[in-house]
């Protein structure tokens, strides 16, 4: 349809879609609201202090479509970092709703990154620390409600912090360098660096649990996609599974991909004929 439209996914939580978007209730959905997820050189983006280099660092997900984020060398101390503008839904974050922002980081010179959304006073705390040398979280805002660090393997994690919107607002998220936890003035040297990309932004309102989706590659608007099915974790059995006409086999020998997903399982589904659904 030519307009927006709500559709009842798989946990039972109502989701507003885009016009001309196909829908499938029952469905889990992903969307990722954030313009040009990975091309930190393009407009929207601001390098505060900081170069945005592409690097040949091979990254999380096998390719080396990653960035160097390095400080400018100014001879001093400072914030550096670069910043999305305006990260918004349809214009805006909007009141009540509840959104996850996650990158994929790898130490550079540096162990530390912070993620802060600024520009509103009501989430003026919604900041988080994270280390990447082991891999752990730091300090957390009093406005973030979850967050998390996702080891995705050869050094890169997902770093994600979720918080609840509690005005409509257009806001910037930076990712800033930080040398410790709690501290982001950092050397302005032209060396002190980290490597990163891969951004993602959710509308999680509704969930229980607000860790990232699958990521998914933006341009300049953003990108939403459809899974057959509620994501397959370690929580989950086949014999959980209502099947017919379908068989399904658990994989443990196959490594999943590194969409970021903790506890990822992997499963074959045979599909036996032409009525075949499994939930």
């Known amino acids: 349809r030519s307009t927006t439209a709500s ?41 505060i202090s900081c170069t ?30 670069p910043r999305q503008d305006n990260w918004s839904d349809g ?21 530390w990154i912070r993620l802060s959304l600024t520009n509103d006073t009501p989430v003026g705390s919604a900041t988080q ?28 994690y997902r770093c994600w912090m979720s918080w609840d919107c509690e005005t409509d607002l257009n806001a910037n998220i930076y990712i800033y ?10 050397a302005r040297d032209g060396i002190s660096s980290v490597y990163g990309g891969y951004m993602q932004v959710e509308n999680v309102s509704g969930q229980v649990d607000f860790a990232p989706s699958e990521y998914l ?7 939403a996609e459809w ?15 209502v099947m017919a006409n379908v068989t399904g086999t658990a994989l443990d020998s196959v490594v999943s991909p590194p969409t970021g997903l903790e506890g990822e399982a992997v499963i074959d589904i045979k599909y036996n004929g032409a009525t075949s659904y499994f939930y």
Do not use: M
């Not at 009093?142 to 890169?156: E, M, P, V």
């Open 177 to 186: 360098l930080a040398d410790s936890d709690g501290d982001y003035s950092v």
């Open 129 to 156: 620390f994270f280390d990447l040398a082991n891999g752990v979280e730091g300090t957390s805002g009093s406005d973030i409600d979850q967050s998390g660090i996702i080891d995705i393997g050869n050094g890169w």
């Open 217 to 223: 590659e933006t341009g300049a608007t953003a990108i």
């Open 91 to 111: 214009g805006a974050y909007k009141e009540g709703n509840q959104y996850t922002c996650s990158v994929y980081a790898k130490k550079g010179t540096l162990d």
């Open 7 to 47: 559709v009842v996914d798989y946990a039972g939580v109502f989701k507003t879609v885009n016009a001309n978007e196909a829908r499938h209730t029952g469905h889990r959905r992903v969307e990722n609201i954030a313009p040009q997820s990975n091309s930190l050189d393009q407009a929207g983006w601001t390098a």
């Open 227 to 241: 899974y057959p099915t509620r994501r397959i974790t370690n929580e989950f059995t086949i014999s959980s599974f």
């Open 52 to 81: 945005t280099t592409a690097s040949a660092v091979v990254g999380p997900f096998g390719d080396s479509d990653v960035w160097e984020i390095k400080a400018t060398d100014t001879a001093d101390t400072g914030t550096s970092g």
